[in-house]
C-alpha cells in the first residue's frame, strides 16, 4: 500500500514541483517589475478573489465533494450510471459557474468594497479604482478553471493524476509572458498581468481535454436531473466551509491587510506563496492521492486498505511536513531575499514579508494537517463534522485577526491565521478519535520521535552553514543562491542521514 501511495502522490508531486518553480518565476518577475505598493495590492486583490473561489472547487469543497460521489458510481460497475454522474454534474456546474461569474463581473466595484473594504473607504481611490477595473479581467479565470477543477477530478478518479498537476503550469507561463510582452500595451503597465490571469485560465482548461477524450469521460450537457446532483449539493455546501477554512482564513487576511498601511497585501501574498510551495507539495499532493484511494476503500467496504492509506498519508506527512515547517522558519528571510529582493521590491519589503512568513511557517504543519484529517471524513461522505470545526476555526481566525493586527500590523494576521489552523486540526482529530479512528498508529508515535531527532540534526547544519543576513542584502543573485541552495542541500542530506540512521524506511 505505502509503495502504491507513494508513487501516485510522488508523480502528483513532480508535477505540482514544476508548476511551483514556474510560480516562483512568476512571482518574482512580478516583484522586480512592479515592486510593493497600491497597484500590486490591488492586483493580488483582484487575483485573489477568483483564486479564492478556484481553491474551493479546485482542491477544495467541489472536488472532495464529487470524486466521492463518482467513486460511488464506479463501485456499481456500471459504466452508463458513471457517465451519467459525469454528464448531470457538468451540466449544472457550468450553469453555476456562469452565472456566478457574471454577477461578479458586473459588479466588481461592490465585490471589491466587500472583500477589500479598507479600499473602499480609503481617502486615495487608486487602489480600489484599480482593483475594481482588474477584477473585470480576472474574474472570468473561475469559470475556466473551475471546470478545469472538474475535469481534474475526473482524472484523478482514474488514477490520473500527472495532467491535472502539471496544468497550473499554464497559469504562470500566461502571466510571466504578459508581464514581459504587454505591460507597454496599457496605460497602466499592471493590467497586464490581470489579462495573463485570463488567457492563463482558458488555456488550462483546453489543455485537459484531450487527456478527457482519451480516457472516454468527456462531459456532454444534458437535460433533466439525476439523483447524484442532490447528494453532490448536500455534500459541498457544507464542504465549503469544512475544506476550506484555510483558504476562506487567507481571505479575511487579505481584507484586514486592506485596513494597513500599502504593501501589507503584497508582504503577505508573498509570505503565503512561499508557504504554499510545500503545502501543495506534500499537503495538497496527500490529500488528492488520499481522497480518490479512500473513497474508493469506503465504497468497497475494504477497512484494511482504508486504514493503511490513512496510515501512508500521515506517515509522509511526518517526514516531509514537519522538517518543512522548521526550514520555513529558519530560513524565511533568506529565501525572501533571494527570490524576490531586487529592484523595485525594496529591503523593507523583503524583511516585512519574512516576518509574516515566520509566523505562516509555524502554521504549516496544522494546515497539512486539516488537508488530511478533513479528506479522511470526506470520504466517508460526512461533511458535517468539517463544517463544524470549520465554522469555529474561521470565527477564531476573525477574532484573532482584528486583535493581533491591531498590535502586530501584517505578521498579526499570519499569525492568527496559523493559530486558527492549530485549532481546526485539533478538533478535527478530536471527532476522528470519537469515531474510532486513530490517525496516528504506534508506528508513526515512534517515526515522530525519529523524526525530531533529524530535525535537531537539521537546523544545526542549517546554522552552521547560512551566512549571516547582511551577506544576503549585499550579495548578487549567484551569491544568493549558491549559498541559499548549499545550505537547503547540506541541510536535506544530514535529515535524511539521520533518519537512515534512525532505520527509518521511506518507502515501506
Not at 456562469?98 to 463581473?105: A, P, Q
Not at 497559469?171 to 510582452?181: G, K, T
Not at 501574498?269 to 484511494?293: F, H
Not at 468497497?300 to 482504508?306: G, H, I, L, T
Request: net charge positive; aromatic share 14%; hydrophobic share 55%.
Amino acid at each position: 500500500m505505502s509503495k502504491s501511495f507513494l508513487k501516485s502522490s510522488g508523480i502528483f508531486t513532480a508535477m505540482t514541483f514544476i508548476s511551483r518553480v514556474f510560480g516562483l518565476i512568476r512571482d518574482q518577475i512580478i516583484a522586480i517589475f512592479f515592486g510593493a505598493n497600491a497597484l500590486t495590492d490591488a492586483f493580488f486583490v483582484a487575483f485573489k478573489i477568483p483564486n479564492f473561489f478556484r481553491r474551493l472547487f479546485g482542491e477544495g469543497a467541489f472536488s472532495q465533494a464529487f470524486v466521492p460521489i463518482l467513486a460511488e458510481a464506479k463501485a456499481s460497475n456500471d459504466l452508463n450510471e458513471v457517465n451519467l454522474v459525469i454528464n448531470h454534474i457538468g451540466t449544472k456546474f457550468l450553469k453555476v459557474l456562469i452565472i456566478t461569474t457574471t454577477i461578479f463581473v458586473v459588479a466588481s466595484p461592490l465585490v471589491i468594497a466587500i472583500f477589500a473594504w479598507g479600499f473602499y473607504i480609503n481617502p486615495d481611490p487608486t487602489k480600489y479604482d484599480a482593483a475594481s477595473l482588474m477584477l473585470r479581467i480576472t474574474f472570468p479565470y473561475l469559470l475556466f478553471i473551475g471546470l478545469t477543477a472538474f475535469a481534474g477530478s475526473i482524472l484523478n478518479s482514474y488514477d490520473k493524476f500527472a495532467a491535472p498537476a502539471f496544468t497550473p503550469v499554464i497559469l504562470n507561463i500566461s502571466i510571466i509572458i504578459f508581464a514581459y510582452y504587454s505591460s507597454d500595451w496599457f496605460s497602466e503597465p499592471i493590467i497586464a498581468l490581470a489579462w495573463g490571469v485570463f488567457f492563463g485560465g482558458l488555456l488550462q482548461l483546453l489543455f485537459q481535454i484531450p487527456f478527457l477524450l482519451k480516457l472516454g469521460k468527456f462531459p456532454k450537457i444534458v437535460k433533466g436531473s439525476h439523483p447524484s446532483e442532490n447528494i453532490l449539493k448536500k455534500r459541498m455546501i457544507p464542504a465549503l466551509f469544512g475544506v476550506s477554512v484555510s483558504q476562506i482564513n487567507l481571505l479575511v487576511d487579505t481584507i484586514v491587510a486592506s485596513f494597513l498601511i500599502s504593501g501589507s497585501v503584497t508582504w503577505l501574498y508573498y509570505s503565503d506563496r512561499l508557504m504554499e510551495l510545500p503545502l501543495a507539495l506534500i499537503g495538497i499532493a496527500i490529500a488528492t492521492v488520499a481522497l480518490s484511494k479512500l473513497s474508493n476503500y469506503f465504497a468497497q467496504k475494504d477497512n484494511k486498505n482504508f486504514i493503511n492509506t490513512i496510515d501512508s498519508a500521515i506517515k509522509y506527512f511526518l517526514i516531509f511536513g514537519i522538517p518543512s515547517s522548521f526550514g520555513l522558519i529558519l530560513l524565511a528571510e533568506e529565501m525572501v531575499i533571494t527570490l524576490f529582493q531586487y529592484n523595485e521590491f525594496t529591503p523593507n519589503a523583503a524583511l516585512q514579508s519574512s516576518k509574516s512568513l515566520i509566523a505562516y511557517g509555524a502554521g504549516l504543519i496544522f494546515f497539512i494537517l486539516v488537508k488530511i484529517f478533513a479528506t479522511i471524513f470526506l470520504s466517508m461522505g460526512d461533511t458535517k463534522t468539517p463544517v463544524k470545526v470549520g465554522v469555529v476555526a474561521m470565527l477564531s481566525n476573525i477574532i484573532l485577526n482584528v486583535i493581533l493586527a491591531y498590535y502586530y500590523s501584517h505578521v498579526g494576521i499570519a499569525i492568527s491565521t496559523s493559530l486558527s489552523a492549530l485549532l481546526n486540526s485539533y478538533l478535527l482529530y478530536f471527532y476522528l478519535r470519537k469515531e474510532s479512528i486513530d490517525v496516528f498508529s504506534r508506528s508513526n508515535k515512534v517515526l515522530f520521535l525519529k523524526v525530531f531527532i533529524s530535525i535537531l540534526a537539521m537546523g544545526i547544519t542549517v546554522l552552521l552553514t547560512v551566512n549571516p543576513i547582511d551577506y544576503f542584502y549585499s550579495g548578487t543573485i549567484f551569491e544568493r543562491v549558491s549559498n541559499l541552495l548549499l545550505t537547503i542541500s547540506l541541510a536535506g542530506i544530514v535529515y535524511f542521514l539521520a533518519l537512515k540512521s534512525l532505520r527509518v524506511r521511506i518507502i515501506s
